[in-house]
Structures are given as C-alpha cells and as structure tokens.
C-alpha cells in the first residue's frame, strides 16, 4: 500500500549502500588535507597560490550545488531521481582522480590545478549529492534514518583510513616516496569508483518519494532560509565544516614543525584520529535515538571541542603518548556530518509537509554548501602563513618564533572554538523527534490517500 512506512533496510543493503562512500570519502580527505598539501610541496606551486586556487574553485562549485540539487529534485526516470546521477558522476570522477593524483607532475603551473580541480568538484558535487538524496529516500523515519546516516559515516571512515595509510604503505615497504603513494591513491580511487558504485545499484533499491516537482521561483528557495531548522543546521555545519577543514589543511605542517614527526610518522596519527571516529560512531548513533538529533549532535560538538585541544596539547616527540591522544581526540568526529544530514533530511520531510513539494536534493545541496564554505574558509590560515613569513619546509628551523606560534594559534585554538560554539547554535533547534514523527504519520496518510484516489476506478 503507498503511503505505508517503509521496511526496515537490512544490514547487507545498508553495507552495500555505503561502499559508494569509500571512494567519495577519499575524494573528502584528499581535498582539504592531502591535495593542498602535495601541491605546495611536491609540485612546487607557492602556498598563497594553492590557497587562492582552492578557495576560487570551492566558491565556483558551491554555485553548482543548488543547481545539482533542484535538477535532481526535477528527475523522473524508471531508475530512480538520484541513482542516475551517482552513474552521471563516475566517470567524471574517474577522469579528475587520474589527472590530479597521477599524471600531474612537478612544475606543472596553477591553471593545471584550477582546471581538473573544477572538474573534480564537479563530479564530487553530482556524487556526493545523489548519493545522501538516495539515503534520504532509503528511509523516511526519525530513528531508522539515523540508522542509514550512521552507516554512511562508517563506510566514509573506512575509506579515509584506508586511503590514508596508502602513502605510509608504500612507504614503509620501500615502493616508492610520499608523491608516488599520492599517485596510488588516485590509482585505487579510479578502481574503487566503478566498483562500488555498480554494487550499489545491482543491490539496493530506491524508493519512490511522492510530492510536486520544484518550480523555478527564486522565492519559494529563498523561503528555505527563512525556516529556524534550516537556519540553525546550516550555521552548525558551517561551523563544524570550517574547524576539521583548518586541521586538515595545517596538519602535517603542524606535527611536522611543532611535534616533531615527519610524513611517515604523521599519516598513521591521522588514521588512529578517524580510527576514533570510527569506533565512536555507533554510540552517536544509539545517542541521537535517546535524546534526539540535535541534542546529540550538541554533545558531540562540546566533547570534540574538548578531546582536540586536549589533544593537540599533549607533548611532541612521543609517538605513542601522541597516538592515544589522537585516537580518544577522534571518538566524536563522526557526529558532525551523518547527523546533520540526517537532520536535513528530516527537514526535508517537513517542508513537503508544509508545501507539498519535495525539495530535499535543494536542501542537501544547500547544506553541502555551507560545508564547502567553511573549507573555503578554512584555507584562509594558509594566507596567514604566508604573510607571517611561514614556510612549508621540513623541521621548524626554517621558520621564526612568530609564525610557528601562528601556526600553533590557528591549528589548536580556533578550530576549538568552533567545534563549542556549533553546540551553542542549536539551541532551540525545533524540529523533534515527536514533531517528526507526527509529521510522518501525516505525510503516510495523505500520499495514501493520493495513490487510492489514483487507483479508484472511474465510471
């Protein structure tokens, strides 16, 4: 019958579901950790132009965005509305990953990096929101789409730690240096993109979500704004988006100048931090259910704010003291993206609720949005670097006083003022799991009285 709750999604499907992520997810640490990285150092391109070409190319592609988003509300095929956009998006990824993890070589100038970055994005964009407009759809209910959410954040830890120990692995057995376990990571998301993506459509269905097709006023999208449960989710992720992406781009410069470990050394402190993430996931989950989603993701902001400086305190040159520290820094991480997507999605509910249309791609798309905003952001600290005289060199001789205690000021205080001040905007967040769940019911009743009226027989 139309309009009754949909099944509870098995483990197998949800797995199958989420494999998609291990590539997207290590497009999602290349980005703002690895790739600027790289290029500022092995390529050879001078920090203020990494950022510039960064920042440039996120502002351009958080224009795509909202267009992505209203298109993929709009599509209507036998395949499903989002699943032919994930298809859409693989070879696009496919062709940005060989170009800017393998073929890019050193001296290649900025318009090379601007040109496949645009592209990346790009596909990143069409990828990463058909894929979450897909979970949105998989399950409908208050708990079970924390479920489905949960699952999704597992799957992008997996793939960020199993990228990121590429470059220590080839490493460590000789292989090659740092830029060629680089150019093997692009390698094994060129794989990984066909793979996983066919799995997910030979294994998992999409549900047929009902509701009027988006027109095209610039008001009716405007208005999203206007909501208090879009408001305050917005500004809590752009919070959360500005801080990881600050101790993404500054992380290696930060261990290496100030505690003393190198690429080799830095690259498995990094996994044992997503390691956390990934242990600590399933207790955010069970959490969200006990006290709510926003309550949940409230908590988690104050205990990340807390376990990073904590952790980016603690004294250099121990290895092991470093990896304790960094793993129990990470046991929130989690929290942030799958909660507050799963809380768009929710908010996606009720304002089909409200209007009858369903805009729930335009408002994950919003929401990517602000997350790409506060990686913009977050590469602001490399033009403060560079005015300060900083330079990405190895060990901190080469730099003075003043611009390591820059580097120490924005790789530990700011990004923990971030993370406590996201819990402080979502006070009063209005969107409950009693009020959602009383939505639902609504929206179960009304799209079955729609396909019975569709399904009377006439005279």
């Not at 209507?76 to 890019?104: D, E, H, K, Q």
């Not at 931090?273 to 006990?290: D, H, M, Q, S, V």
């Not at 309550?295 to 904590?310: C, D, E, N, P």
């Amino acid at each position: 019958m139309a309009g009754a709750p949909t099944a509870r999604r098995s483990n197998a499907v949800l797995a199958a579901f989420s494999t998609v992520c291990l590539p997207l997810a290590a497009f999602g640490v290349a980005l703002p950790v690895t790739l600027p990285e790289f290029y500022a150092t092995f390529v050879g391109l001078e920090l203020g132009a990494v950022a510039a070409v960064f920042m440039i190319v996120r502002l351009i592609d958080i224009v795509f965005d909202p267009f992505i988003g209203w298109a993929m509300d709009r599509t209507n095929s036998r395949f499903g509305r989002y699943r032919p956009w994930l298809v859409l998006a693989t070879p696009i990824l496919m062709l940005a990953a060989y170009m800017m993890f393998v073929a890019v070589q050193p001296g290649a100038p900025p318009v090379f990096l601007f040109a496949w970055l645009l592209v990346l994005y790009l596909g990143f964009s069409i990828g990463t929101l058909g894929q979450l407009g897909w979970a949105a759809v998989l399950a409908p209910e208050y708990d079970q789409r924390s479920r489905v959410y949960g699952w999704w954040q597992v799957f992008n830890i997996v793939g960020v730690v199993l990228i990121l120990i590429l470059p220590t692995i080839v490493q460590q057995t000789g292989v090659g240096d740092y830029a060629e376990g680089v150019r093997i990571m692009g390698w094994a998301i060129v794989i990984a993109l066909p793979l996983t993506v066919g799995l997910a459509l030979l294994a998992v269905p999409e549900p047929v979500t009902r509701g009027d097709s988006p027109h095209g006023s610039l008001g009716a999208y405007v208005s999203l704004f206007k909501k208090p449960v879009v408001r305050k989710l917005l500004f809590a992720d752009l919070l959360l988006g500005i801080a990881p992406g600050i101790t993404g781009s500054l992380l290696f410069f930060f261990f290496g100048q100030i505690k003393g470990y190198d690429h080799a050394q830095t690259g498995p402190l990094m996994v044992l931090y997503f390691i956390g993430g990934l242990c600590g996931a399933p207790f955010w989950a069970w959490l969200a259910t006990r006290v709510g989603k926003d309550r949940g993701l409230a908590i988690a902001g104050i205990a990340s704010a807390a376990l990073y400086v904590a952790a980016t305190l603690a004294p250099g040159h121990n290895l092991f003291l470093t990896a304790i520290v960094m793993f129990i820094a990470g046991l929130p991480y989690a929290a942030g993206l799958f909660l507050t997507r799963a809380m768009m999605a929710d908010a996606g509910d009720e304002e089909r609720y409200e209007t009858g249309v369903d805009r729930t791609g335009l408002m994950l798309s919003i929401l990517s949005a602000t997350t790409k905003i506060g990686h913009v952001i977050a590469l602001v600290p490399y033009l403060v670097l560079q005015a300060v005289g900083f330079r990405p060199v190895p060990g901190p001789e080469g730099n003075s006083e003043f611009s390591l205690i820059t580097l120490q000021l924005l790789f530990i205080l700011v990004p923990g003022l971030l993370m406590a001040a996201s819990a402080w905007v979502l006070k009063g967040y209005p969107l409950t799991a009693e009020r959602h769940n009383a939505i639902r019911r609504a929206l179960d009743e009304r799209d079955a009285g729609s396909a019975a009226g569709r399904e009377a027989p006439t005279e």
